[in-house]
């Protein structure tokens, strides 16, 4: 019999009535069933209180009266009316941190209960209702079978998939052949009904393997495979040596293997540190995860119902005939694989599969965790919906869409950057400034129209240090996404990280990145988007000695009709303060002086993506280099942001070439005029040293309400 669990998982029955038909796009179906209803409407238990529950099967609900509706397309009700979500806001709740592995040991211990049935899909009630057009995950549990892998991140992943977990009974031997020929038949079923959507896979350990296996029996569909800590590495276990000790262990002695396996497979403190802020005081965080282990510690003796002897000896014959059988039909897999890899395995070799995996597939990508175990998923520090979006691996059709398919961060993705540029904020403790209609300088942000379209257009100051303050605080104080055109060679393969954790570049793509191309700024302006654009690039971001604050900018005026087509408003601003922080002592000039080097430096920048190559003089000089930076005691950054220029009913900007350079030279005077203000006045800086500050933020004063000078 199914239960509800706190209204967390409900489980699915074996099938359908034959003469109903599922209004759902995943038909629920499993290994060796009837095509027979196995419904429930006894009382269930909730908090102790009893009631008929609603049961949920895959994606459809019974209601208590045997007629099944459909959820999957679940409305949230709104005035009476059905209402489907169509976006999220900036800084949305995804959950993350509101469940942890003592939620997955709680609810295993219900759900294993052996109810005769085989394998089956079902649908986690705390994904609730996705946004509208959601793609479909198929969760693919490890070792354990319960589908609960994905705990953490349920809500999250619940907007932006129609998400599916498959459960295998404790007591279930399903050989592994017919578990694939069960998902390939639910991926062949979503892919009939939506033959234009990607369909993404999530393997952890054995169902990475299942995962594989699937992706290579079905070369000719749009597949993201997404693999965390593979079993295709099972040959080559750490654990190997014991198996056999495993196997001969008495029965006596066995509920001491899961304690074992519970510290071999994943790291309890990552795993007691999910729900913990990490900037409460070290008192208060200490205090929190001494009261998560001592919650957590006796829960593992569930393990030992999850994983009995028999199943045990059973899991580990299914893991061999896995590996073998899905490292024999590698060469088949044509879907696009991303591999999340932990430093801390100590179940498996998957730092050295995942490099295996990377040449030995033909679209595989990988990415280390440096700091987790085998149970990744449900460790600290892993959001699984962020990394599918700082990879561009999130989308609704073959082709990503960079402004379609666009998530905004989450309240913890924002949390987890302010955090991540905590000490870089301390140090320049940024000042922003805006620009009234009447020309009057204020602090804050608030002279930026609300509304878009918007164009902001300024100085990209060395490295493009300036962007993640700007980003923050536009979030912070105006909770707006402010989608940033970026250098096309970022969203290379060869650009992405290979050896780490996510780095700044998909960090980057997580806050709204995307490619600088025409057709992204007319999308992006199209949406109403506020759009941040440097018209100097990567010449003024990587600029020589003495060139800090000039303008790099073509001649034409590139972007000024495409902003005049929408009616955009477009706010110039200037950014100083990088000569407050760092000195320039290796410029491209003197790296291209060091023999080998230069040559090197020729290869990678004649090989990648290069812009402007139809334009002549210094702003054709896209070249990439890094350069070498001598840290000085930290000043601090200003921004200003200059009296919006309104581009609506100015029609005439967008045929007469003349008018729109006039307007082009215009807003480039503007972005020079606020340099030349912020130097000056940053004289007036009480402030300005970072000492003065610190002594200042003795009373716990938040960065923005530092004083500055008066405007």
């Known amino acids: 019999m199914a239960s509800i669990v706190n209204s967390l998982w409900v489980s699915p029955f074996p099938a359908l009535n034959s003469d109903i038909r599922p209004q759902s796009r995943v038909k629920v179906r499993s290994v060796g069933s009837e095509d027979s209803a196995v419904l429930s409407s006894e009382p269930i238990k909730v908090n102790g209180v009893s009631f008929v529950g609603e049961e949920r099967i895959g994606g459809l609900v019974d209601r208590g009266n045997g007629g099944l509706v459909s959820s999957v397309g679940e409305k949230k009700k709104k005035n009476g009316e059905n209402v489907v979500l169509k976006k999220l806001e900036p800084l949305w709740d995804d959950g993350y941190g509101d469940q942890t592995v003592k939620d997955y040991l709680d609810l295993a211990k219900d759900i294993i209960k052996p109810d005769g049935g085989p394998p089956r899909w079902f649908c986690p009630v705390p994904c609730g209702p996705p946004l509208k057009d959601s793609p479909v995950l198929l969760f693919l549990p490890g070792m354990d079978g319960l589908g609960l892998g994905l705990i953490l991140h349920h809500k999250a992943l619940g907007k932006a998939f129609e998400v599916r977990c498959l459960h295998i009974p404790v007591c279930d031997r399903t050989p592994f052949r017919d578990l694939v020929k069960l998902v390939e038949e639910t991926v062949r079923l979503e892919h009939a009904s939506s033959p234009n959507k990607p369909i993404y896979i999530v393997g952890d350990s054995l169902g990475g393997c299942l995962a594989l296996a699937v992706a290579a029996r079905v070369p000719d569909l749009d597949l993201v495979v997404v693999l965390s800590n593979p079993a295709t590495s099972f040959g080559r276990s750490q654990l190997q040596p014991l198996l056999p000790l495993l196997e001969a262990m008495p029965d006596e002695l066995h509920y001491t293997v899961p304690y074992l396996l519970s510290f071999v497979m994943g790291d309890p403190l990552k795993m007691a540190t999910v729900s913990i802020e990490s900037t409460l005081p070290p008192a208060l965080v200490l205090n929190q995860l001494s009261g998560n282990l001592t919650a957590l510690l006796p829960r593992l003796s569930v393990l030992a119902d999850i994983i009995p002897k028999d199943t045990l000896l059973w899991k580990l014959k299914l893991l061999r005939s896995a590996a073998s059988y899905t490292n024999s039909r590698l060469h088949a897999v044509t879907a696009e694989v991303?591999?999340?890899?932990?430093?801390?395995?100590?179940?498996?070799?998957s730092r050295d599969e995942a490099q295996r995996l990377s040449s030995s597939l033909k679209n595989c990508k990988y990415y280390f965790f440096n700091g987790n175990g085998h149970t990744i998923l449900l460790e600290d520090g892993v959001n699984l919906l962020t990394i599918i979006k700082g990879t561009c691996k999130y989308r609704h059709s073959r082709k990503i869409d960079f402004v379609k398919d666009f998530l905004p961060p989450s309240m913890s993705e924002y949390k987890r950057a302010l955090e991540e540029h905590r000490w870089f904020r301390v140090a320049t403790s940024p000042v922003m400034l805006s620009t009234m209609e009447d020309e009057t300088v204020v602090r804050g942000l608030s002279g930026v129209p609300n509304d878009g379209p918007v164009l902001l257009v300024g100085?990209?100051?060395?490295?493009?240090?300036?962007?993640?303050?700007?980003?923050?605080?536009?979030?912070?104080?105006?909770?707006?996404?402010?989608?940033?055109?970026?250098?096309?060679?970022?969203?290379?393969?060869?650009s992405e990280s290979q050896s780490h954790e996510l780095s700044i570049i998909e960090s980057m793509k997580v806050f709204g990145a995307v490619p600088v191309t025409p057709t992204n700024l007319f999308?992006?302006?199209?949406?109403?988007?506020?759009?941040?654009?440097?018209?100097?690039?990567?010449?003024?971001?990587?600029h020589r000695k003495g060139e800090q604050y000039t303008l790099f900018w073509p001649d034409e005026p590139e972007f000024v009709r495409m902003a005049a087509k929408f009616g955009a408003t477009i706010v110039p601003f200037g950014v100083v303060g990088e000569d407050d922080i760092v000195d320039l002592v290796l410029d491209y000039n003197d790296v291209m002086s060091i023999p080998v080097l230069n040559d090197y430096l020729r290869k990678v920048n004649n090989e990648g993506t290069r812009l402007r190559t139809d334009k002549s003089g210094e702003v054709a000089n896209q070249d990439f280099y890094l350069p070498g930076l001598l840290p000085k005691i930290p000043g601090r950054f200003y921004y200003l942001f200059g009296k919006p220029i309104e581009t609506k009913g100015k029609e005439v900007v967008v045929k007469d070439r003349e008018k729109a350079k006039e307007l082009y030279l215009k807003i480039k005077s503007e972005v020079e005029n606020c340099m030349s203000y912020l130097i000056k006045k940053r004289e007036e800086d009480p402030y300005r040293d970072v000492f003065d500050r610190t002594l200042y933020r003795a009373t716990s004063t938040p960065l923005d309400q530092i004083p500055t000078f008066k405007p």
Request: no cysteine.
């Open 523 to 542: 999308n992006l302006l199209s949406a109403k988007s506020h759009t941040l654009l440097y018209p100097g690039g990567a010449r003024e971001a990587l």
């Open 459 to 494: 100085y990209h100051m060395l490295l493009g240090l300036e962007l993640p303050p700007l980003v923050l605080e536009f979030l912070r104080e105006k909770n707006l996404m402010v989608r940033g055109l970026a250098h096309p060679a970022l969203f290379e393969a060869a």
């Open 338 to 349: 991303l591999v999340l890899a932990s430093g801390q395995d100590n179940m498996l070799p």
